[in-house]
């Protein structure tokens, strides 16, 4: 897991969150090690135990009264035991007026204080995702993702096999492109995987025997997105007569991304296919599935019922 700088962080955040630096140079300032925020809560009363260090400490309406509640040896010894956290930063919520002995304390330690007029509970609602975001375990691939019917389609498979003219084709037929050739792919939870493209590449596309094209001005804003969550790979190969592929779609295949299991549907390439139809169908297939009517797996539940009378009477008959 990386870390991120405060500088990052005030130029990010600064604006949206309504931070004011009280204390401190962000530039010399220890960075944030974790995606998490706490409060000090007890550990301003002297229970350290699992005591979390490297993240923002923040302290709301609840802390800083009692801190005012404290003579000035109780004081000097909360203190300390707050900053003995190896914090990145205090950040004072409600635009509360910050007691002198904690600004001394950190100025001492070089220690960052930073106050913001939101609520602590907004302020927690609103950093948090953006750290998550940050701090969530990354990935780059070769590849083209695309928004098909609001399915994110990552479509894989070698280099010239069509991948970037498939997605210029559902372009053309109004779905949404997200990245092109490099796709930046991050887990956010458990097993969600989110897909963006290069912020250089502004959803550039390389196409052979054309050079590079833009597809937000040949063809408008409604033609792309900033990020998608991939719910579907589609992987390209070419047709091989020697390699059995899937007919039934009873047996799904799935492949790995970041330790997430995710839906993968081979299609294997000869001259004449429509795979842009085809990355359609996969598309509106998966919908389906989603809203528990699988196509297949009903079709062989028609089926064996149709044979039942038949197998029952082979049963029974004893000639």
Known sequence: MGTL??????????????????????????????????????????????APSGRLQVLGETEVAFLRSLDQAGLDDALDRLFALEMPAVVVTKALEVPAALLDGARERNILVLRTSLKTGDFYRRLQPYLEGVFAPTTTMHGSMADVYG???????????????????LVERGHRLVADDLVFVSKRGNDVLIARGHELQRHHMEIRGIGIIDISALFGVRAIRQQKRIEVVVRLVDWNDRETYERTGLEAEEV????????????????????TVISEVIAMNHLLKYSGVHSAARFNESLQAAMRPVRDYLEEDYE
């Open 5 to 50: 700088s405060l500088e990052q962080f005030m130029a990010d955040k600064a604006g949206a969150l309504d931070l004011e630096l009280l204390v401190g140079d962000v530039a010399s300032s220890q960075p944030i090690e974790a995606p998490s925020i706490s409060s000090p809560g007890l550990i301003l009363t002297g229970f350290n135990d699992r």
């Open 151 to 169: 399915v994110g389609l990552l479509i894989v498979g070698r280099s010239g096999i069509g991948k970037s003219e498939c997605v210029l084709d």
């Open 256 to 275: 790995d991304i970041l330790g997430v299991q995710m839906p993968q549907v081979t299609v294997p390439l000869n001259p004449g296919k429509n795979i």
